[in-house]
């Protein structure tokens, strides 16, 4: 309950400090992300295109080449490319692994490194020279993609959606409930049935909490994002020597925003649906 409160009291104050940072404005980074341009796509209709849109889709486009050029000529011994594309999956899934058991590591895998490897590339394109000094009709022609609340509240809801559909595939509708309200820890007779309405009252804890993770996920990696840019920003205006050791943070901070996402969607797949059935199959394995 108390790891609960703290999260959405940080989800609150994020928001809070963006909400009175787009009231009162300032000079840098905006908390809006500007539409460049309307996108026709079909008569009559059209599609607002952002600074933050357009370095989301040069992250999907770049991870694309990378992996296109990695898998053009596959060998048996790799090098290269492959080499390090394969390193780098060797390394996520047996981190994934260790957090969710081999079960859900073996079906899910896919979405933790996808997710994974977008907020990377996403956090360090934004720190490219170029990214937010570049003017399109007087507004920033590009924008760090996680910097945009719109994109990492896409992420988190995208998550909670899939999730959503993992869990009733792996548990079914009643055993989430029962999981969710019903009596824990071998409790049998009278003592059982006397702790209903606490478990019950847990259980709408819990349920509460479910729906607060995709904004808590979101507001986390947003406010990261978002302040670091802006100091760098601000930095950028005294030179680059001041912006130095605040882009080496930044590097790092990157890396570990998206290992967070990473560590936290495994966490929260893994402690709904992994449990003894898991361990029992990865001990006879």
């Avoid at 996680?146 to 999730?163: E, K, R």
């Amino acid at each position: 309950m108390k790891l609960f409160v703290q999260k959405l009291t940080a989800a609150a104050m994020m928001l809070g400090g963006v909400a009175c940072a787009s009231e009162h404005g300032h000079a840098g980074l905006t908390s809006d992300a500007p539409i460049i341009w309307d996108m026709p796509v079909w008569p009559g209709y059209t599609l607002p295109v952002s600074n933050s849109m357009i370095m989301f889709a040069v992250a999907i486009i770049l991870i694309t080449i990378v992996l296109r050029m990695a898998s053009k000529k596959m060998q048996r011994i790799p090098h290269g490319l492959q080499n390090f594309v394969e390193w780098v999956f060797e390394l996520l899934y047996n981190f994934v692994e260790g957090l969710t058991g081999r079960k859900i590591a073996k079906k899910y895998f896919w979405y933790f490194a996808t997710v994974f490897i977008f907020i990377l590339v996403s956090n360090y394109l934004g720190l490219l020279p170029g990214v937010g000094s570049i003017t399109y009709d007087g507004q920033p022609l590009l924008r760090g993609a996680n910097a945009d609340f719109n994109v990492t509240i896409f992420l988190g809801f995208s998550y909670a959606i899939l999730w959503f559909i993992w869990v009733m595939k792996e548990q079914g509708p009643w055993h989430f409930l029962t999981h969710t309200f019903g009596p824990k820890g071998g409790l049998t007779g009278f003592l059982k049935y006397a702790l209903l309405p606490i478990f019950f009252f847990v259980g709408l804890i819990e349920i509460l909490s479910i729906c607060v993770r995709p904004v808590a996920l979101a507001a986390r990696l947003f406010g990261n994002i978002f302040a670091g840019e802006s100091i760098l920003e601000q930095m950028g205006a005294i030179g680059w020597f001041a912006m130095l050791p605040f882009m080496f943070l930044e590097v790092i901070v990157g890396f570990v925003q998206a290992l967070v996402f990473l560590m936290l969607t495994a966490i929260f797949l893994k402690t709904q649906i992994g449990g003894e059935e898991d361990e029992e199959g990865e001990s006879a394995h």
